[in-house]
């Protein structure tokens, strides 16, 4: 079993600046994949950034990275730059690599608000 | 384009009554998913399909039924054994296989109890 927790329920940001978003993840599985997913208001959940649990390095896309340690079992977002249009909720989430089933499904954390203030 | 299409946008059910919610997706992925999301809170997995004519519950499955005739459709029904269907649902396909299996998201559905 698999477990995410984000313990920051809202967060403020001033526009242009950096943010960091917290996420832990608990799991026995030995090989695992991070998610971070952004839901704006409309409801669509929004595919940011992945990391594998082998990867060395850090993952980045774009402005998103993502900063993983392994030893801590964390998985970090950061946001840099921001953008009054990244005010959204933040999620993120886990799964098994090489499991089968519904052992493959992803498993969410309770998601973090972010506001970019002008 | 492609992408996964999820309708109605808003859906109204009345006491006792079954209701559909259609998921539609063109990226020709083998994997698809139902998720229910309620207020403040993260995705829960309904129902999960790898291929055609199979799927496998997840952990809040009861009251909910999906088929899978074809690779592009996954509906979940709703129906009245589901006492507390009032929430956000969400549809998601993976390409299946491989180390990275990002599930894309529809737009989702918004389903209220009259």
């Known amino acids: 079993a698999q477990k995410i927790t984000q313990t920051q329920p809202g967060m403020f940001v001033q526009e242009k600046e950096a943010v960091t978003l917290d996420c832990t993840y608990d799991?026995?599985?030995?090989?695992?994949?991070l998610f971070w997913y952004k839901q704006p208001s409309s409801g669509e959940m929004i595919f940011l950034i992945y990391?594998?649990?082998?990867?060395?390095q850090n993952a980045t896309e774009g402005r998103y990275s993502l900063n993983f340690q392994k030893a801590r079992k964390s998985a970090n977002l950061v946001i840099s730059a921001s953008q009054l249009g990244d005010s959204a909720m933040y999620f993120c989430a886990m799964r098994p690599l090489y499991s089968s089933g519904s052992a493959r499904q992803l498993t969410f954390g309770s998601g973090t608000q972010l506001t970019v203030l002008p | 384009d492609g992408g996964i299409t999820q309708s109605p946008k808003y859906l109204f059910r009345k006491e006792g009554q079954n209701v559909t919610l259609s998921c539609e997706q063109n990226l020709n992925h083998d994997a698809m998913y139902w998720y229910r999301q309620d207020p403040g809170q993260g995705l829960r997995l309904i129902y999960y399909?790898?291929?055609?004519?199979?799927?496998q519950k997840g952990d809040i499955a009861e009251g909910y039924s999906v088929s899978r005739e074809k690779k592009e459709s996954f509906p979940l029904t709703v129906t009245s054994a589901q006492k507390n269907p009032t929430a956000f649902y969400l549809c998601?396909?993976?390409?299946?296989?491989?180390?990275?299996?990002?599930?894309?998201f529809g737009p989702g559905t918004r389903l209220l109890v009259l």
């Open positions: 799991t026995s599985d030995p090989s695992y994949g």
């Open positions: 990391q594998g649990s082998y990867d060395q």
């Open positions: 399909s790898q291929i055609v004519n199979d799927f």
């Open positions: 998601a396909s993976s390409i299946g296989g491989g180390a990275q299996e990002t599930q894309y």
